[in-house]
T-cell receptor
Framework: GESVGLHLPTLSVQEGDNSIINCAYSNSASDYFIWYKQESGKGPQFIID?????DKRQGQRVTVLLNKTVKHLSLQIAATQPGDSAVYFC???????????FGSGTKLNVKP | ETGVTQTPRHLVMGMTNKKSLKCEQHLGHNAMYWYKQSAKKPLELMFV???????ENNSVPSRFSPECPNSSHLFLHLHTLQPEDSALYLC????????????FGPGTRLTVL
């Protein structure tokens, strides 16, 4: 299968700090990417997306950066809050297969 | 709430039981999906339906049988499951197949004894 992975399985940050969660992808035909947040006992929740013709996209307190040269995707969360504690995973849409492939996730722990 | 509901939220069944998982979406979407989520593993796509027609079966064992009576409802019928089938089963929907964002339900936590 396709490789969509996260560099850090667990990330601990202090409340108020910025968080950066990384994702590596392997397919140059990937044309669309999504970050999901999954809280304990809940289904994945859409956070932000980015198409391959963009390098950066900003939302409310979140920014996604796409580096196609090294096939790297990151999610930046500004002023991290306890409510941000969850597992975050990326999904890539591979144009050739017209399917999404998901990463295994990074657990974000926010310390008060 | 994402507009995708799943019942039951938790299910414990023996290997000889037959049970069904239900998913309903209230978003007016045309595509629906079943995923399996095991601990520390990526989501595994199981089935895709688009306009009630199955468009993908990702080599899923026949002990899992999907049913999509209309664009709003999706079922997963389970029979003679194995303990390794214990997982969180997630339903998702999207406007269409392809790059349309998928919205997930809360999942059914399945335990097979």
């Amino acid at each position: 299968g396709e490789s969509v992975g996260l560099h850090l399985p667990t990330l601990s940050v202090q409340e108020g700090d910025n968080s950066i969660i990384n994702c590596a992808y392997s397919n140059s035909a990937s044309d669309y990417f999504i970050w999901y947040k999954q809280e304990s006992g809940k289904g994945p929740q859409f956070i932000i997306d980015i198409r391959s013709n963009m390098d950066k996209r900003q939302g409310q307190r979140v920014t996604v950066l796409l580096n196609k040269t090294v096939k790297h995707l990151s999610l930046q969360i500004a002023a991290t809050q306890p409510g941000d504690s969850a597992v975050y995973f990326c999904a890539e849409h591979i144009y050739n297969f017209n399917k999404f492939y998901f990463g295994s996730g990074t657990k974000l722990n926010v310390k008060p | 709430e994402t507009g995708v509901t799943q019942t039951p939220r938790h299910l414990v069944m023996g290997m000889t039981n037959k049970k069904s998982l239900k998913c309903e979406q209230h978003l007016g979407h045309n595509a629906m999906y079943w995923y399996k989520q095991s601990a520390k593993k990526p989501l595994e796509l199981m089935f895709v339906y688009n306009f009630k027609e199955q468009t993908e079966n990702n080599s899923v064992p026949s002990r899992f049988s999907p049913e999509c009576p209309n664009s709003s409802h999706l079922f997963l019928h389970l029979h003679t499951l194995q303990p390794e089938d214990s997982a969180l089963y997630l339903c998702a929907s999207s406007q269409g197949q392809g790059t349309d964002t998928q919205y997930f339900g809360p999942g059914t936590r399945l335990t097979v004894l």
